[in-house]
């Protein structure tokens, strides 16, 4: 693994492990504080973050700028990336073989950035971290063991958007998030690393 966020974009480079590499305009890696101890992982950069190459820049992460304003928190404070860190054409969901090459990069973020909670921002980051069978309609907001860190689902800024009686429990969510980051209970330790097994979560 890289020893830091720098070499590992470096080792990403001119991605082109995957076809979504035909269409995008600029690789989102990330962005935001490599030292959180709150990490975001949504599903796939939109229009805008193509466009600009940064996460969560258009409508759903102006949604979720207030709601990180509203527990206390800006965007310096915690760090956020996507599932897969190219646009998928018409916003579709990341397809499996994607998942699967850019889940590495996303591995070794979390490994380096080591927060105490990765939340997992809607359905398609959510069911990568906990099996595709999770119901985020049922999970969202509550906290959850992972390898190291604290995994909490959380509902998508963009299903608030599209339906606002998910605004009340999204915002519900985020009170939760703050809950859990004052609580003082460390995460459960990362597994050690049996040399062959080093797959995704
Ligand atoms: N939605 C996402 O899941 N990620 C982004 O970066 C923007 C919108």
Do not use: W
């Amino acid at each position: 693994m890289q020893e830091s966020l720098e070499g590992l974009r470096e080792t990403l480079g001119e991605c082109a492990r995957c076809s979504l590499s035909q269409g995008r305009n600029n690789i989102v890696f990330g962005d935001g504080n490599p030292e959180a101890e709150l990490m975001f992982v949504g599903e796939a950069p939109g229009r805008a973050e193509d466009a600009q190459g940064l996460p969560f820049v258009g409508p759903a992460g102006r949604l979720l700028d207030r709601l990180l304003d509203d527990i206390g928190l800006v965007r310096g404070d915690v760090y956020i990336t996507n599932v897969v860190k190219c646009r998928p054409p018409g916003n579709r969901d990341p397809l499996p073989e994607e998942t699967e090459v850019c889940g590495p990069f996303l591995q070794d973020q979390i490994e380096l950035i080591g927060p105490k909670i990765l939340c997992a921002l809607g359905r398609v980051a959510a069911g990568l971290m906990m099996g595709k069978g999770v119901q985020i309609t049922r999970i969202h907001g509550q906290r959850f063991d992972g390898p190291g860190y604290f995994l909490v689902p959380v509902l998508h800024p963009a299903a608030a958007l599209r339906a606002s009686s998910n605004m009340y429990l999204i915002r519900q969510d985020f009170r939760n998030l703050e809950a859990y980051l004052a609580d003082e209970e460390s995460p459960p330790e990362p597994p050690t690393p049996e040399p062959e097994q080093m797959g995704l979560f």
